[in-house]
């Protein structure tokens, strides 16, 4: 066998395999080369945080993800200063969430979005004004978000919330919305109406 007829076979060849390999393994095959830049951090009272890099890896939504990121460590970050008697809450008027690239919300998309998070936080003077909990809602494809929204207020207070829940709405130009909740957590506020 000559080494063209060789070379076109192995071609052959690979071309199948990878023609063969479904749509789901091709995309995450490729995603695995692409770079993401993940950024979460607290400090001088705000959290900043970002995520640059593709909509989807490997099926998940990066902006989801980039939201459970900061209620996890802001959860964590309110509840160790109010533990120390600094009693903090989320400056929600003063929040900017940003996203930029795929507006069309194509799925899957190999575009690169930034998606950027800067919550202040308010010192405030009693551990009964603090909140100690933070969680979030949110969708680029839905426009049904307020859809279910009371239940989940509810079920939160059922489970770990006490007393005046504080939600605010943001969308983005590109189509993101996002509800953010902050509550007292009954773990450490329980004391609290």
């Not at 460590?73 to 120390?84: C, V």
């Amino acid at each position: 066998m000559s080494y063209v007829n060789f070379s076109f076979l192995m071609l052959l060849l690979f071309t199948n395999c990878t023609l063969a390999t479904s749509k789901k393994e091709t995309i995450a095959t490729r995603e695995t080369v692409v770079k993401t830049k993940v950024s979460c951090k607290i400090q001088n009272d705000k959290l900043l945080a970002s995520y640059e890099g593709p909509e989807f890896l490997n099926d998940r939504d990066t902006a989801h993800l980039l939201s459970n990121l900061v209620a996890h460590e802001l959860g964590a970050h309110l509840k160790k200063e109010f533990n120390k008697k600094n009693y903090l809450k989320v400056d929600f008027k003063n929040t900017k969430i940003q996203t930029k690239g795929n507006p069309q919300f194509r799925y899957p998309s190999e575009e690169i979005v930034k998606y950027t998070i800067e919550m202040p936080l308010l010192k405030v003077k009693n551990s009964c004004d603090a909140f100690t909990g933070i969680e979030h809602r949110g969708t680029w494809a839905r426009n049904d978000i307020e859809s279910g929204f009371q239940e989940w207020i509810l079920k939160l207070k059922s489970q770990i919330a006490i007393g005046v829940v504080e939600s605010e709405f943001f969308k983005t130009p590109e189509g993101f919305k996002e509800y953010w909740v902050q509550f007292k957590h009954k773990g450490y506020q329980g004391n609290c109406k």
